[in-house]
C-alpha cells in the first residue's frame, strides 16, 4: 500500500510566501508529518511526501520524498500524487479554508482519504456554528456568539471572554479579553465570543471508521499564562475519572458530526464537578494535531494503524500503556 501524506506548511502551501511565516508554523507541522509518516512506514506503508525545497527533509529513510519549488509544482505534484497513491492523509490548518479546500480538491481527483472528508470539515471548522450545532444535538459547549470587531464591546458582554477566529488552527488569533480596553486592541472582522470556561483545558484524539469510533487516552491541554492563550503542548490525564469524562464528552460530540473517517482532536474544559455536569466542548480540529506526537507514545499499538485499520472498516482499538508523556508546542516528547 502507498500513501500520500500532505502537509501543508512543509509540503509547499507556503511557497511564494516569506520564509518567516514558514519558520513560524513549520516546527508543529514538521512533528506531525515526521511522526505519522514514521508509523505508518512501521506498519508496512510505502510512504511519499511533499516537501518544500527550501526545508531539509524530515521524512523516514524509506519515504518518497517530492521536492518542489513554485506553487505551480506544489498543485501539480499535490494532483498527481493523489491519482498515483492508494490513499492520502492530509494535515493543513483549518483557516482561509486551506484543510476544507484540500480535501475537496482530494475528493475530486478520487483518492481515498484516511483522514477527515470534506463534509466532516466543513461541518466542523466554523467554531460558532459547531458549538451550535452540538448543543443541538445535546452536548454541552462553551456559551458564545459571533461578534465583528469593532471600537466599541457589546454592551450586555460580560468579561472576562474569549475572542477567536471562526475558522482558527490550535490558538492562533485567540485572546482573552478582560475588559473594554483588550477589546478594542483586537482584529476587525467576525469572531466567535465565548464565555471563560472554569477548569482543566483538556483534549482527546477521535479515530473513526465505518465500523465505529475509538477515543485515545485524554490529553491536558497547557496554555500560555498571558492573554494569548498560547497551545505550549500537552500531558497525559492520570486521574480516571477526568480520563473517562473527557473520553465519554469527546465521543458524544464526535457522534453528532458527520461520520469521521481517520483523525479528529476534540478540545474540551473539564469542571470541577466530579460528574462531570460542568464539562463543556470547545471545538474540534477536523484533521491530526500535535497531541498525535504523545499519544503514539502512550498507546501499545502503532497509531496510524489504528486509522488505517479503521477507515477500512475494521473494528480499531487503543489501549493506553499507563505511560505518562508530556510534549510541547513543536512536538517533542518526554516522559511524564
Known sequence: MRVFVYEWVTGGGLLGESGEELAKLKPEGDAMAGA????????????TVLRDDRLASNAP?????VRIASPEEHAREFD????????????????????????????????RLISPSSRFI???????????????????????TTETI???????????????????????GCRLVRGPEDWRRLGEGPHRVEALAPGLAASVAVIG???????????????????????????????????????????????????????????LVLGDDASGSQDVFVEINPR?????????????????????????GR?????PTGQAVSFDATGRVRDA
Do not use: W
Not at 473494528?315 to 489501549?319: D, I
Open 150 to 172: 469593532g471600537d466599541r464591546p457589546p454592551v450586555d458582554l460580560r468579561f472576562p471572554c474569549v475572542v477567536k477566529p471562526l475558522d482558527g488552527a490550535g490558538s492562533l
Open 122 to 144: 466543513e461541518a466542523t471548522f466554523d467554531k460558532h456554528k459547531t458549538c451550535d450545532r452540538l448543543a443541538e444535538s445535546g452536548v454541552a459547549t462553551t456559551r458564545g
Open 80 to 111: 498527481r500524487l493523489c491519482q498515483a497513491c492508494d490513499a492520502t492523509l492530509l494535515i493543513a490548518p483549518e483557516f482561509d479554508g486551506v484543510l476544507l479546500n484540500a480535501a475537496r480538491r482530494a475528493e475530486r481527483i478520487g483518492t
Open 61 to 65: 529513510a524509506s519515504a518518497g520524498i
Open 315 to 319: 473494528a480499531a482499538t487503543v489501549t
Open 288 to 312: 491530526l494535531t500535535t497531541s498525535y506526537c504523545g499519544l503514539r507514545r502512550a498507546v501499545a499499538e502503532n497509531l496510524a494503524g489504528v486509522m488505517l485499520a479503521a477507515c477500512e
Open 209 to 267: 471508521g465505518p465500523a465505529g469510533l475509538v477515543a485515545a487516552p485524554a490529553m491536558t491541554q497547557r496554555l500560555a499564562s498571558d492573554d494569548t492563550l498560547g497551545y505550549l503542548g500537552g500531558e497525559s490525564i492520570v486521574d480516571s475519572n477526568l480520563k473517562a469524562r473527557a473520553q465519554r464528552l469527546a465521543l458524544k460530540a464526535i457522534a453528532a458530526c458527520p461520520p469521521l473517517h481517520g483523525y479528529a482532536g476534540v478540545d
Open 36 to 47: 505519522v509518516a514514521e508509523d505508518l512506514a512501521a506498519a508496512g506503508v510505502a510512504v
